[in-house]
């Protein structure tokens, strides 16, 4: 876009696209930044390609980018709370004896696991920490879906009687 007729657009709309915007937002500065970001993404626009219908096409920019501003504002808007009304809020992790407890039990099972056969140990970790099917596993491994079965049935006997004990 020729800088003349930047320049002539400028001075036809500037001032009646700032009031519109000031009247919006009740800032004249921010009004006043919004309506020169406006003419600056027409520049920039109208070097690239040609616009048809610039007065349309700049109080569209200048509606998008208020919208845009009033988003940012309330993503960053923040109500303070006095201490008072945040002292109810409880944590939400467990317990230090919760934790403690979890981890325990973890250890537990971890170690019914690795009393497991190398292959039951496979199958176990596939079916039931990664989520596989048992005919995923089967293929995966090239058993029959049968086998996957027992092989899950027995891990899982052991170790329930395992973590049972514990």
């Keep these: 876009m020729p800088e ?28 006043a ?10 520049a920039e626009q109208g070097e690239r390609e040609r616009i048809d219908n ?9 509606h998008n980018l208020l919208v845009d501003h009033i988003r940012q504002q309330q993503r960053r808007r923040t109500d303070s709370q006095p201490h008072e009304a945040l002292a109810h809020i409880e944590d939400e ?4 004896d919760e934790q403690l407890d979890a981890q325990q039990r973890l ?22 920490i990664q989520g596989l099917t048992h005919a995923e596993v089967a293929r995966r491994l090239a058993i029959s879906d049968s086998s996957v079965q027992k092989h899950l049935a027995k891990a899982l006997a052991h170790v329930t009687a395992r973590l049972q004990d514990g």
């Design 4 to 31: 003349t007729d930047l320049r002539g657009l400028f001075l036809k709309h500037a001032r009646t696209l700032q009031g519109l915007l000031t009247r919006k937002v009740r800032d004249p500065q921010l009004a």
């Design 33 to 42: 930044d919004l309506v020169q970001e406006s003419f600056l993404r027409m």
């Design 54 to 62: 610039s007065q349309a096409y700049l109080y569209r920019t200048a």
């Design 93 to 96: 992790r467990p317990a230090l």
């Design 107 to 128: 250890q537990l099972l971890r170690s019914a696991i690795a009393e497991l056969p190398a292959r039951t140990q496979q199958i176990f970790e596939l079916n039931r």
